[in-house]
């Protein structure tokens, strides 16, 4: 069975430090894997997403991730955190490329100015 | 423009009392589903369809209908809400595999049941 555990779920960081926000997933065959980003009284907007090929995956804002296999994990980083990347990130896996989605508890993370 | 569209956005309703929210996407997916958010738990999964006519259960059903009768449309009904779903829900249709898989978020629809 799949599953997602996301560690901390507030995360705070000045603004112009690194970001890193950590996922760890299970999945019994080939994962796809993503990160949202869920802005006050929005929808998720995809920040980026691992299907196949390249494990170092680029994304909107700055972000990127990597998927390690050996270490079934899927961070999420930014060089330099911005005010505006204030807001609640949710990792996700689906297996095999299906539909049906595992959603992990979610990181809130705080700029500080 | 290519969205997904959730109606109503708000609602307010007692126990008992029947309601559907509404999920609409123009993209042409061949995949929707509904989840809902609960602070600390993030997004579970409560129905999802591959298709028209064909649904599934994702991790949470209980107390949940849904029905695929078009491809753009995939409504949620609650037939006797209970207090336990107040909480946000969210529409999401999809497609591909690969670099081409997708899957798009509604704006959210966020249900009090008292």
């Known amino acids: 069975a799949q599953s997602v555990t996301q560690l901390g779920s507030h995360v705070s960081v000045s603004e112009g430090a690194l970001v890193l926000l950590r996922c760890n997933y299970s999945?019994?065959?080939?994962?796809?894997l993503f990160w949202y980003v869920q802005y006050p009284n929005q929808g998720l907007q995809l920040l980026l997403k691992?299907?196949?090929?390249?494990?170092l995956v680029k994304g909107i804002n700055g972000f990127e991730a990597e998927f390690k296999k050996s270490e079934t994990s899927f961070h999420l980083t930014k060089p330099s955190a911005h005010m505006s990347d204030a807001a609640e990130y949710f990792c996700?896996?689906?297996?095999?490329?299906?539909?049906?989605?595992?959603f992990g508890a979610g990181t809130r993370l705080f700029v500080k100015a | 423009e290519a969205q997904v569209t959730q109606n109503p956005r708000y609602l307010i309703t007692v126990t008992g009392k029947k309601l559907t929210v509404t999920c609409s996407q123009n993209?042409?997916?061949?995949?929707m589903s509904w989840y809902r958010q609960d602070p600390g738990l993030g997004l579970r999964q409560i129905y999802y369809?591959?298709?028209?006519?064909?649904?599934d259960k994702g991790d949470v059903p209980e107390g949940y209908k849904v029905s695929r009768k078009e491809k753009r449309n995939f409504p949620l009904i609650l037939e006797s809400p209970s207090p336990n779903q107040t909480s946000l829900y969210f529409c999401?249709?999809?497609?591909?595999?690969?670099?081409?898989?997708?899957?798009?978020f509604g704006p959210g629809t966020r249900l009090t049941v008292t």
């Open positions: 369809s591959m298709n028209v006519e064909v649904t």
């Open positions: 999401a249709s999809g497609r591909g595999a690969g670099d081409h898989y997708e899957q798009y």
């Open positions: 993209m042409n997916h061949e995949y």
């Open positions: 996700a896996v689906s297996e095999g490329g299906g539909f049906k989605t595992i």
């Open positions: 999945s019994s065959v080939p994962p796809y």
């Open positions: 691992y299907t196949t090929g390249a494990t």
